[in-house]
């Protein structure tokens, strides 16, 4: 099973503000196979970003995906209010389909 | 519109048996890979089983012999039976559409409720 470990747990920042999110996978993952979500309280997630870097549909470009093989990022450039909210990463090169822990993202 | 409608849900005891359905529309169904994630009160996520026409099924280990995935393409409905309930299988199960582009549709869930 291919473990995947986001960093930090807790990213406390201010609107504007950048945020970077870290997604490490156990075993190498094709970017093919590599997503990220943000999920509010009392929603499903929603995709952000698949393949790794490409952005999904009505996603604004704020919104960035980098990485290959073991290590993923995240990355928001200027957070807006809806943005505080938690964030996964998931692989669905191998099953199982993986999901990471998540990380929280709040308003410091 | 993509719209996934889940149903089914409630409680259960532990030991017992729940159908999930799933309604999709906006879509041609049969053309999709479908999968079934849940996501225990106040836990992160966790991908449970995946559908598609042309790979094999999977499961995660937690529900391997327990729960089976199934589809009708001429329904556009995917299902989730459940057997052998446990206590750590109370969640809200949501489905979802996709695989290679990530998981794009989601639908907003039904929760079931495994206790005594």
């Known amino acids: 099973e291919i473990v995947l470990t986001q960093s930090p747990g807790t990213l406390s920042l201010s609107p504007g503000e950048r945020a970077t999110l870290s997604c490490r996978a156990s075993q190498v993952v094709s970017s093919t196979w590599l997503a990220w979500y943000r999920q509010k309280p009392g929603q499903p997630p929603r995709l952000l970003i698949y393949g790794a870097s490409s952005r999904a549909a009505g996603i604004p470009d704020r919104f960035s995906g980098s990485g290959s093989g073991t290590d993923f990022t995240l990355t928001i450039s200027r957070l807006e209010p809806e943005d505080f909210a938690v964030y996964f990463c998931q692989q669905c090169d191998i099953s199982p389909f993986t999901f990471g822990p998540g990380t929280i993202v709040d308003i410091k | 519109e993509v719209q996934l409608v889940e149903s089914g849900g409630g409680l259960v005891q532990p030991g017992g048996s729940l159908r999930l359905s799933c309604a999709a529309s906006?879509?041609?169904?049969?053309?999709?890979?479908m999968n079934w994630v849940r996501q225990a009160p106040g836990k992160g996520l966790e991908w449970i089983s995946h559908s598609s026409s042309s790979n094999p099924i999977y499961y995660a280990d937690s529900v391997k012999g327990r729960f089976t995935i199934s589809r009708d393409d001429a329904r556009n409905s995917l299902y989730l039976q459940m057997n052998s309930l446990r206590d750590e299988d109370t969640a809200v199960y949501y489905c979802a559409r996709g695989r290679r582009d990530g998981f794009e549709y989601w639908g907003q869930g039904t929760l079931v409720t495994v206790s005594s």
């Open positions: 906006g879509f041609t169904f049969s053309r999709y890979d």
